[in-house]
């Protein structure tokens, strides 16, 4: 079946009240984004409180509907069937002709929605509903109408054109990207940090990245697979402007000076210092990491304590309370699993103690911290100035 266009259904953005249009309108750019390398073209708009894409001529219309997939807001992909307005007995044709090729197994149930927007048709809403229902039973004998629980859900839309459909293919649900600001995902080459960056701008958050690069500890390779994740995620959310830090100079200046069961937090606190040091220089109103309770050392509530004090922006966390196998579960339906668990060290592995502390005492920290007093700003503003910046899409 050839279907003209599509019919997008949003839910949260439908209880914004009198900011809906700001909603709306993120929304329809975020789509026409997503669209913009699909084989085709396509007209997206708003229509009396509705989201179309309209589809000009021949276009691929799998790779359509997995870039819809994929865009925060949309909770629903409807593809629609425009027929002209030609009376009311071609509608019954062009009704029964959908339901036929639509449906081969016609052993289902049934029911017509009918909604009228032009209010001079000559038939109401109700009159449609039944007029429509009957002409497909009679075509169709072993169909049966269900007004309750039906299979099938036809929806005649009468507008200038007449909108025909019944399939309604899941969205990605959220938020539109950018209409709640913008944060810094601090990336690493592992499972979590992804996934919590897709998870963030689900919510309608824009994101940038940070990833801490430790040549010659770690390859060129390991630093290609963190790029290859931002584009993966950049599906989701967009464009990602993605900071690379050489961190070596830092990591060797804190393993020398530092007691090495504190490395881990101690490491952790001056990646979290450069990260909001990118973020506040580009506006984002937060951090976003990929930790969760208790998964490693560095993750009990202790150490996110004494991580978390290192920062004046706040710390989103959104896998805090998941266990590894609910963190691989969202990784693969993202398809960021397969990239992340592919055998290239980051920097946080090289580094990491034989018997980290999991309790920090954050004055002890500190404490430790002040051994590095001598040369520690220096390598910071080297580490700042030599970053490399890369847009992943």
Excluded: W
């Excluded at 913009?36 to 691929?60: I, P, S």
């Excluded at 969205?171 to 940090?193: E, F, H, Q, R, W």
């Excluded at 830090?245 to 804190?254: A, E, G, K, R, S």
């Excluded at 304590?305 to 309370?321: E, M, S, W």
Aim: overall charge negative; charged content about 30%; some cysteine.
């Amino acid at each position: 079946m050839v279907f003209h266009s599509f019919l997008i259904k949003y839910g949260e953005i439908g209880i914004k009240g009198k900011n809906r249009y700001i909603f709306e309108d993120a929304l329809v750019r975020q789509m026409r984004y997503a669209l913009k390398n699909v084989d085709g073209e396509f007209n997206v708009h708003k229509a009396q409180g509705r989201v179309y894409v309209d589809c000009e001529g021949e276009y691929d219309y799998e790779e359509t509907v997995e870039s819809l997939k994929r865009v925060f807001g949309i909770v629903g992909i409807c593809p629609v069937v425009r027929v002209e307005e030609q009376g009311f007995e071609q509608l019954k044709k062009d009704v029964v002709a959908y339901m036929d090729e639509m449906y081969p197994d016609k052993n289902k149930t049934f029911k017509v929605e009918a909604r009228r927007s032009i209010k001079s048709y000559p038939k109401n809403s109700m009159e449609i509903n039944c007029d429509l229902g009957e002409v497909i039973l009679e075509t169709f004998p072993e169909m049966k109408v269900d007004v309750h629980h039906p299979d099938i859900r036809l929806n005649v839309e009468v507008r200038r054109q007449i909108y025909i459909y019944s399939e309604i293919i899941p969205g990605a649900g959220g938020m539109p990207v950018g209409t709640n600001g913008k944060a810094m995902l601090l990336l690493s080459g592992g499972i979590d940090s992804p996934v919590a960056g897709y998870m963030v701008s689900k919510r309608g958050v824009g994101l940038e990245a940070t990833y801490f690069h430790a040549p010659p500890y770690t390859s060129e390779r390991a630093k290609e697979k963190v790029v290859d994740l931002a584009r993966l995620v950049a599906r989701y959310s967009g464009p990602i402007k993605l900071h690379v830090v050489n961190f070596t100079d830092i990591q060797l200046y804190i393993y020398e000076r530092c007691p090495h069961e504190e490395l881990t937090i101690i490491m952790r606190r001056y990646m979290m210092k450069i990260a909001e040091h990118f973020a506040k220089k580009d506006d984002c109103l937060g951090l976003i990491t990929g930790e969760s309770i208790g998964q490693v050392a560095s993750q009990t509530m202790q150490s996110l304590a004494a991580t978390n004090a290192v920062c004046t922006l706040p710390v989103y966390r959104p896998l805090i309370g998941f266990d590894k196998q609910e963190i691989v579960d969202v990784s693969e339906k993202i398809n960021t699993y397969e990239t992340s668990i592919l055998p290239f060290e980051d920097c946080c592995t090289i580094f990491v103690a034989k018997h980290p502390v999991t309790k920090p005492n954050l004055e002890r920290i500190e404490k430790s911290e002040r051994r590095l007093e001598e040369k520690i700003d220096q390598l910071f503003e080297e580490a700042v100035n030599s970053v490399e910046t890369i847009i992943c899409k």
